[in-house]
């Protein structure tokens, strides 16, 4: 992968070193001319008109759905919506589903708040949740989730990879686990779809929720895939979902129009439809590879520093993601991030990662500093931000 001949491609990192992907990535150059072509050439909304650059909008917007199924290997089965984000796709599934007083949910501490959330106002409503806590290191044990997840559980919802920590989790196993308790799984791949291959044959899901934001997207394009689109009652009804209706009733559309109620984003949609081209160029391979050289490097760095500390499996995991928490003994996490950013430029995110109850059970009351790795991030930058943190270690 020429990463130096990606980096042209993302102006901004001419003057900074952004470490912050897990958070928002960035968005290269032909992703903007795309969104902008939709603005400057066709802008018409889509579902509505037969006039021509109407025709040209609802095609482009269709063909980002069938990239994006296709991008996770669901091209041929279920079904590929667009949301806001992960947060409205989780959603959608929490709102969706028939839910009975009683239904048992089951995932674990090392959601972000959007895959945990959602499931505590449920159990609010009345259903059975277990929330299965990880170890001090930031890893599950697989026997826990094991006998949480009981004959009759309805669903179990976890991340593939923590945002807050790093941890790879053994969706595979869990998956398994499901089919033999007659579970429905439903997979937050935020942290994990932009950075490795995936493919939701092979993961076993029934639904898989992503943010095209934190994959070179534009702001305001997520995506649900459903195995099944029986079941799950759309979160909104208006304008663009409705096949009849009168007085008293509708009859919404099937396939992913019947989800996508009032106006699209659509420029983010087609921007979701073009990072996707981009990131099929790369190769999701050489990203994995890629970031898993970067994240070791920085990994063996920190460890290697006096008065630092690294949160998460590090590097005893066979597979880790490019997601580094640290904090640095004697500083806030917020201090560390302001003198990161002050002395080199450097953007990292400081805080609670949106994980407070895990926060919590680590006893971190303030966080921790996480580094984030992407595409576009460079061994140059990863010893810059070393010899950084050395340096505010020593004065702290």
Known sequence: MDVERLRK???????????????????????????????????????RGVYRTAQIADQRYRDAHRKTADFIGGGGEGLTVFTRNATESINIIARGLDWKKGDRIVTTLMEHHSNLLPWIRQKQLGADLEIVKPDRAGQLDPSHLDRAIKKGTRLVAVSQVSNALGTVLPVKEIAEICRDRGAALLVDGAQSVPHMPLDVADLHCDFLCFSGHKMLAPMGAGVLWMRKEEGIEPLLAGGGMVEDADVDGYVAKKGYEGYEAGTPDISAGIGLGRALDYLGEVGMDEVYSHEQRQASRLIEGLQGIKGVVVYGPGLSQSRHSGVVSFAVDGLLPHEVAMMLDRAAGICVRSGHHCCIPLMKHLGLKYGTVRASIYLYNTEAEIDKLLATVEQIARMA
């Open 9 to 47: 491609d993302f102006p901004i990192l001419r003057d900074v070193i952004y470490l912050d992907s897990a958070s928002t990535s960035l968005t290269p150059e032909p992703v903007l001319q795309a969104v902008l072509e939709y603005y400057r050439e066709y802008k018409a909304n889509v579902g």
